[in-house]
């Protein structure tokens, strides 16, 4: 059977949401590919003034992207200077806080119970991770002590995931990303990539793999790896003498923040399963184009699935899909023909 099924999974699995400010729509689809390694958080209300949406795209198992859309948003709400108004800070700390975790013995009992080591038993769990709801998002939790072991010498996960998360507060959006899943907001039907792509052969990316001791072969990070940054991939983060940020692969996110002004229609946060067969502006305007006549927010991203889908198995069209919308609610009585003259 090889990477691919002989028929693709097409079953999606989808949820929609909305709040006094946005409304949302995801789905995710395993496609042709032999397993799904995709996973996704979706938190309308991470607090009372916060939205959270992440996206991550799992390589070499499922364990990893799992275990960011379980814990990644808490790290976020944890970090003292969350509390104080600032959200770029505690979600680079976040990802990077990631690798810690995923090391140890505790590291490697919970990566055991998301992947495939423990799915006979982890039906429970695995409901959990897929669609967290809101009121899970503050959830206690501790700080993640470690614990003695057999696997306290566990340096973390050999399989990685991207993660691309949109973190919406007032007018505030910031965009955190690691990776190949993308980040788009539509700008009076323009298309604006929020996250850049992080692929080995650019040229930032290129410095600092060679640099920490690593090579690009084939346009693959010591030519295996297509992605230049991800959390875990623990064997391309060895070098005891650089910090986590300069490592061959390194999980550390760049971060874009932008205010949301009165043309922002919507945003679009997808893996690059989406990305591979539609371009930022095509998305932007098929998107657009079916919100005329469509109002639930999944239906659309399950139409795009159903579009990039490769009619047979192999290329492009192959990969897990996954895909949130945000879209912008306009105050109510607010004309917008009106403000966006305003200057």
């Not at 859309?69 to 200077?81: R, S, W």
């Not at 579009?307 to 290329?315: K, S, V």
Request: glycine content about 10%; some cysteine.
């Amino acid at each position: 059977m090889g990477v691919y099924l002989s028929t693709p999974k097409t079953e999606k699995l989808s949820e929609d949401g909305e709040n006094d400010k946005l409304r949302f729509g995801l789905s995710s689809m395993q496609g042709w590919r032999a397993s799904m390694e995709d996973a996704h958080a979706a938190y309308l209300d991470l607090d009372d003034s916060t939205s959270f949406f992440g996206v991550y795209d799992g390589h070499g198992g499922k364990a990893v992207a799992k275990f960011c859309a379980k814990h990644l948003h808490q790290q976020v709400l944890k970090h003292e200077a969350y509390s104080a108004g600032d959200i770029g800070t505690p979600v680079q700390k976040a990802f990077l806080r990631m690798d810690e975790m995923m090391c140890g013995q505790r590291g490697w009992r919970e990566l055991a119970v998301l992947g495939d080591k423990m799915d006979k038993v982890s039906g429970f769990v695995e409901g959990f991770v897929w669609s967290p709801k809101g009121d899970e998002a503050n959830d206690h939790f501790d700080d993640w002590p470690p614990e003695e072991g057999s696997h306290s010498d566990f340096h973390g996960p050999t399989s990685g995931c991207t993660a691309c998360v949109a973190i919406i507060r007032n007018k505030q959006l910031v965009v955190a990303n690691a990776g190949d899943s993308r980040c788009v907001i539509s700008r009076k039907g323009q298309a604006y990539n929020l996250s850049k792509d992080h692929k080995p052969d650019l040229e930032l990316e290129k410095d600092r793999i060679l640099k920490a001791g690593g090579f690009i072969q084939v346009g693959r990070v010591n030519g295996s790896l297509n992605l230049a940054r991800a959390i875990g991939d623990a064997e391309f983060k060895q070098n005891k003498t650089l910090p986590a940020e300069r490592q061959i692969v390194t999980a550390n996110p760049d971060i874009n923040t932008v205010e949301i002004c009165d043309d922002d229609e919507f945003l679009v946060l997808a893996c690059d399963g989406i990305w591979d067969c539609m371009s930022s502006q095509q998305l932007v305007d098929y998107v657009r184009e079916q919100l005329n006549s469509e109002t639930k927010l999944s239906a659309i991203c399950e139409r795009v699935f159903d579009r990039c889908l490769a009619p047979t198995a192999g290329g492009e069209g192959c990969d897990n899909m996954t895909m949130i919308l945000v879209q912008f609610k306009k105050p109510v009585g607010s004309d917008t023909s009106l403000s966006s003259t305003q200057h």
